[in-house]
Every structure is written in C-alpha cells, then in structure tokens.
C-alpha cells in the first residue's frame, strides 16, 4: 500500500493523490484514508455542531461528536470522518467535487484536526531558523509572516516553512516542522520580490524555490513565537514580552482549526498551548512592515535575549 506524505503526516491510501511518497518508516503508525462508496454520504447529528469554521463571515465547514467518539467534519459537497484515535479517516466527495479540494482540506484543516485529536497543535505561521532553532511568526492574515520569513531568509537566515507548521514536544521542548515549500505573498510583496505565481484569494502562491530560498530539513527546537503588530508609525522595531494570560489568549487564535474543536478536544488545545507557553517565551514584534525595516528587524531578533535564553544558550 503507497505511503503518502500530507501536512508532516504520513497516510496509507489506495486513492492516487499527487503528494509526495513517503519511504520513512513511520511514527506513529500511518494514517488509513480511505474514501466512502459513492452516494453513501455520512449523516449529520441533529444536534448543533460542536465547531464551526467561520470563512468571511460565513460558516463553511461544521464538526460533531458522534457517539463512538469518532469525529465528523462537514462542508457542503464533503465530509470528513476522522477515528476517535485519529487513526483513520474516511472521506466523501460528491462526484463533480475537484480532488484538488480534497487534497487541498486534506492538507489543512484534516491534517490540523488530526493533530488535535493526537494531543499536538498546529499553528497558523512561518517560520525561520538561526543557529540552529526556530523564530516562528503569527498574526492576523495580511499582517506580514510570509514577507517577513521570506525577507529574513535572504538576509542570512534559514528559510522553514509558511502558513501551517505543526508543534510537538520531544524530550520536554516544543519542536516544529516544515509542511509545505510554498510561500503564500500578497502582490506588493510579490513585486518586491519580483517573482509570479497563481493568484488564489487576492494571495500569490509561488515555491520557495522561486524565491531562491533553499527550504530547511527535519524539524527544529522552537526558540521563540513572535506576534506581529505592524505599526505605521513605528519608527524602530521593538519587541515587547508577553506573559501568563495576555500571552495565552494572544496565541490561541493562531492554532489552526481551533473553532472546530469539541469541548474535550479544545481542552486538549488548551493544555497543548500552556506547555508551549511554559517552554517558550512570546513576543509582539512591533514593526512599521516596510521592507527597508529588515535588517533592522534581523538584527532585533539576533539580538533578543530571552530567545537565547529560552534554547538554553
């Protein structure tokens, strides 16, 4: 049976998705997707959904708790039915539905879930690495995490990932991976770069590659998460620590797929954010989000002791 690489998981599907295939040996055991029989779609609960996700006001994709424990996510031509112990997945598509979306919630909202359901959390962010570890940033959509990882990357940093990277604790301390080598850029930073790519949601989606950044291997110690506030009037980036409850309830929208989380699975985000936040420090990182304010901004980040503190150098 083909082993695939989705999101940093690995899945075992008869299904012939274009993702990557993945020879490692997994850990944990592989993910078994598999799709239902055609017309034989899952039945909602009449009970009100447990989450919703709320996409430009409108909710467009709803999750329930069914008795066995297991998980159903629904949108409005698919479902997802996820194990209880996130083993498996089975999904349904109504047949003019595009693979393409499949593969698309898949490696994303799906992949997310899973994790919650496995007690880790991903993070809606980028990410970049310098000696060694990583400097994750999340922020509100528009605010700059794909610019500013992609700026820094060419001013000497290592380039990790964009969009969606999965947290984890090995030995105590949280560790983060890449999940995709695409970089998602508004138009203005597109053109600062001076690279093309397809248009999806007023977004540009071009490959690391395209920016000739060279995506990093394996997954590294999270050193700091840093939320930006762009601030036009800031004349000079600053940093400013975040503690205890204000840290908390500034992160928590930044986990991926939250508003689909049932109350005992919210409590497991919860708790899962908490650690990080007891192994970590968490920042706002002020800056005015033009580019000439790079360097400067790299030269903050090098600089900020409670980061190097928090690795242990």
């Not at 049976?1 to 990557?20: N, Q, V």
């Not at 989606?205 to 997954?219: D, F, K, Q, R």
């Not at 970590?280 to 990182?285: C, D, G, T």
């Amino acid at each position: 049976m083909p082993l695939y690489r989705i999101a940093g998981l690995t899945w075992d599907s008869d299904f012939p998705f274009t993702f990557p295939l993945d020879d490692r040996e997994p850990a944990p055991p592989p993910i078994r997707l598999m799709r239902a029989p055609e017309g034989e779609r899952f039945t909602s609960p009449d009970s009100p959904p447990a989450g919703q996700y709320i996409y430009r006001g409108r909710p467009i994709f709803r999750s329930y708790q069914l008795e066995d424990g297991s998980f159903l996510l629904g949108l409005r031509h698919i479902d997802f039915l996820i194990a209880s112990d996130a083993r498996s997945v089975v999904w349904y598509s109504d047949p003019d539905t595009p693979v393409d979306m499949v593969r698309t919630l898949l490696a994303s909202l799906v992949a997310s879930f899973v994790r919650m359901v496995r007690g880790t959390i991903t993070l809606h962010a980028s990410a970049v690495v310098s000696e060694g570890a990583a400097r994750c940033f999340v922020g509100l959509s528009g605010a700059g995490k794909s610019t500013l990882a992609a700026g820094l990357s060419r001013l000497g940093f290592g380039w990790l990932g964009d969009d969606l990277l999965s947290v984890a604790l090995r030995d105590g301390r949280p560790v983060v991976g890449p999940e995709d080598s695409r970089i998602k850029l508004l138009p203005d930073a597109a053109e600062y770069f001076q690279v093309r790519g397809e248009q999806i949601d007023g977004e540009i989606h071009v490959s690391a590659e395209l920016l000739g950044l060279v995506p990093a291997a394996g997954a590294y110690p999270l050193r700091a998460v840093y939320i930006l506030d762009r601030r036009r009037e800031a004349l000079e980036p600053e940093i400013a620590r975040q503690n205890g409850l204000e840290a908390f309830v500034k992160l928590l929208p930044h986990v991926d797929s939250v508003e689909l989380a049932p109350p005992a699975l919210r409590e497991r985000v919860f708790e899962a954010c908490m650690r990080l936040l007891h192994s970590i420090p968490v920042a706002e990182l002020r800056f005015s989000g033009e580019m000439d304010a790079l360097p400067r901004v790299r030269d903050l980040l090098l600089g900020d002791t409670s980061a190097c503190a928090s690795s242990g150098r």
